[in-house]
């Protein structure tokens, strides 16, 4: 009896115990669906904000041969401590400096503050003391302050955007977000305006970089078209008010400002073989090193040497499409068969190996397996709002675009 009722007891709790196992494991399998951005808090600046002053502190881009040594060493800082910073793992990151970084040094009587910073990435802060450093990387001690802008175009898009002191950095973004539907040397029309919602990150009070577009609503031939930011599983991007992705799932061209030299053409005469053989793809002039970007989301199925393709890279996008890249000098680090790239990730550079008679790169588009014309196709829109998100979203939508109403003149 007793053995019996213990026996049961056990029973329970491992049936317990594999039920909750399950429980772990749907909502492991949900939090990539469910993965959302925090809510953010729109701080504007204040009215009498001063900005460009800049006491104490100094502002450093990095040049090629400055290293973090050198840089310590001009800061005064003694030997041994040097010697301890450099050589500690922690600080191995912080310690490789790259040419496109920042650095501000905070300085007062007790403490050296060095805040590295890159892009639009939280700044990491050494704090030396007399005798001991630390680092850390706190968002508490950055402000990210709203701005709003809003102007017509009567010029060209950018020209007219910095007429109205909107950062070229923003502007930039502006172009990418709107460039998936409208062609900015074409499209633009006397009397198109923009409105936009961004925001800056400050240290001290101190001007540090540009940060995102948070929303942005563009007229455009008379038509209104909006742009959310939102993060959606770990990625931001960027959606119409009506939830759709304003991403399209493929580039136009896995490299930037090339040149067509080859179409896809079903009789063309081979450039090598002199035989007529279909050229399935589209070729890009481009100079031999030119990086190569995956069109769309997805997993490397082929990564390996051809005879007549050399170097050659197949992606899987949504079990659907497969892109094809090839003649490539070399391939980035990482890539091999299984590995996951997200769209406009370097996967390898232009060259010309395998049957080429200069560098270009080949660039196929297969449909369930067919070949297709790349510069044909109509990419359908990236993934829009989940289901999980929606009722965040629409709220933010609200937010901001009664946000933006407000701030805008409505001439
Ligand atoms: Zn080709």
């Known amino acids: 009896m007793y053995i019996g009722s213990q026996f049961k007891f056990i029973l329970i709790i491992l049936f317990l115990l594999f039920v909750a196992l399950v429980f772990i494991l749907i909502d ?4 990539d669906f469910k993965q959302t951005q925090q809510e953010i808090k729109l701080t504007f600046p204040k009215n009498n904000h001063n900005f460009t002053q800049i006491p104490i502190e100094s502002r450093i881009k990095i040049k090629s041969g400055d290293s973090l040594y050198s840089f310590l060493k001009e800061l005064d800082i003694r030997e041994n401590l040097i010697n301890k910073i450099i050589l500690d793992d922690n600080l191995k990151e912080f310690s490789r400096f790259r040419i496109d970084e920042t650095l501000l040094v905070r300085t007062d009587s007790k403490t050296i503050r060095i805040i590295k910073y890159r892009g639009k990435q939280l700044p990491v802060i050494l704090e030396i003391n007399s005798d001991s450093y630390f680092i850390f990387s706190d968002p508490s001690l950055f402000q990210k302050y709203v701005f709003f ?18 950062p070229d950095v923003i502007l930039a973004d502006l172009i990418y977000i709107f460039g998936w539907d409208i062609d900015f040397a074409f499209d633009i029309r006397e009397g198109d305006s923009v409105k ?3 925001e800056d990150t400050y240290f001290n009070g101190n001007f540090l970089f540009n940060g995102d577009i948070l929303a942005a609503e563009f007229i455009n031939n008379g038509e209104e078209i909006s742009a959310i930011r939102f993060s959606q599983k770990g990625r931001k991007d960027y959606y119409a008010k009506d939830s759709s992705n304003i991403r399209k799932a493929f ?3 896995p490299i930037e400002f090339a040149k067509i030299s080859s179409h896809y053409n079903l009789k063309r005469k081979h450039p090598v073989l002199n035989t007529i053989r279909a050229h399935k ?3 890009y002039a481009a100079k031999k090193g030119t990086p190569v970007k995956v069109t769309g989301d997805g997993v490397v199925t082929r990564a390996d040497y051809s005879e007549s393709y050399g170097n050659i890279i197949d992606v899987l996008h949504f079990n659907t499409y497969t892109t094809r890249y090839a003649h490539l000098n070399n391939f980035s680090n990482n890539i091999k068969v299984g590995a996951k790239v997200l769209q406009g990730d370097v996967i390898g550079y232009v060259g010309s190996t395998g049957l080429a008679t200069g560098p270009h790169l ?5 449909i369930n397996g067919k070949h297709t014309n ?4 109509k990419p359908t829109n990236a993934a829009p709002i989940n289901s999980y998100n929606l009722a965040n979203f629409n709220k933010i939508v609200n937010e901001r675009s009664k946000l933006i109403d407000n701030l805008s003149n409505n001439e």
Not at 28 to 31: C, M
Not at 362 to 366: K, L, Q
């Open 196 to 198: 936009i919602l961004y």
């Open 374 to 377: 790349p510069v044909n196709i």
């Open 28 to 31: 492991d399998s949900k939090k």
């Open 149 to 166: 802008k809003e102007f017509k175009i009567t010029d060209s898009l950018y020209q007219s955007g910095i007429n109205a002191n909107v």
């Open 281 to 283: 793809g589209t070729d």
């Open 251 to 253: 580039l136009k061209t």
């Open 362 to 366: 080949h660039y196929e588009f297969h």
